[in-house]
């Protein structure tokens, strides 16, 4: 099987920094996997070893219910509470993020894990191999469902170090067609809306924020008739609501003779 070229994936932040996050190869997500194995088994013979003086069918039972137990708890929790790294992943350097770049929601920890047995089939992770393989950004079939990516760490990078610091020279917003059309269009209850939102985005949780970002910033791309590719959701929020809070905002439209 001829694998697919490797492809970055590019996002944006919503401080309008582009982010290159670079796919993990199959190599290394097979070594940080095997490192995890091994700690689960490790873990589990254990536990195995002190329930031994129990009654064998109880000692057994509950050496295999702990296992399952340990296998789940392990990857959720380093998923969502460890920033995407397992031991193993740590190790590798590696890290899974969901596709926006930001850390992973307990469902998406959950979804990729329930699908982690259809990955193992037929023997050791064959069908999550060959997903892999296929797949250009190196996501096996539980990835897919999530939306989620493992990512060589420190490899998520800016496209361009001297864009860090330097500021948008073009504002799609500030235009005389855009600034008309938010006078016109945008009422009280809406400005309330937008400066309340922007006032509690800190206090949401990354991916909450990020969602709700992006969807309230796509209405007002429709309302407004923005074509900016480059303006992320948040900082279409931010700066509409910068403007309507500003004297251009609030300027009352010329009267015509």
Known sequence: MTAAPRRERVVLTPEHVELRLVPAGL??????????????????GLLSLLLAR????????????????????????????????????????LRVVDGHGLPLTWQQSLAR????????????YGAGA???????ERRR????????VVVQEGRARPLSAAALGRPRQFNSLRTRRV????????????????????????????????????EVGAAYRAKLG????????????????AILFSDEGLAPQPQRA
């Not at 190599?27 to 589990?44: H, K, M, P, Q």
């Not at 079939?141 to 989620?148: F, I, K």
Request: net charge negative; proline share 2%.
């Open 226 to 241: 923005i074509d900016d590719p480059h303006l992320s959701g948040e900082s279409l929020v931010r700066d509409l609501t």
């Open 27 to 44: 190599a290394s997500r097979f070594l940080a996997l095997l490192v995890d194995a091994g700690v689960i088994l490790a873990f589990t």
């Open 113 to 124: 894990n329930a699908v982690r047995a259809l990955d193992f089939l037929p023997v050791f």
């Open 179 to 214: 600034l008309r059309l938010i006078r016109h269009r945008i009422g009280l209850g809406e400005r309330e809306f937008l400066l309340a939102l922007c006032l509690r985005a800190d206090a949401l949780e990354e991916s909450a924020r990020y969602d709700l970002m992006e």
């Open 141 to 148: 079939l539980g990835d897919l469902l999530a939306d989620t």
């Open 54 to 93: 129990l009654p064998w069918g109880i000692g057994q039972a509950l050496a295999i219910t702990l296992g399952f137990v340990m296998t789940w708890a392990y990857h959720l929790w380093f998923e969502v509470r460890r920033q995407g790294r397992t031991w193993g992943k740590r190790l590798l350097g």
């Open 130 to 136: 060959a997903a892999c393989l296929l797949d250009r």
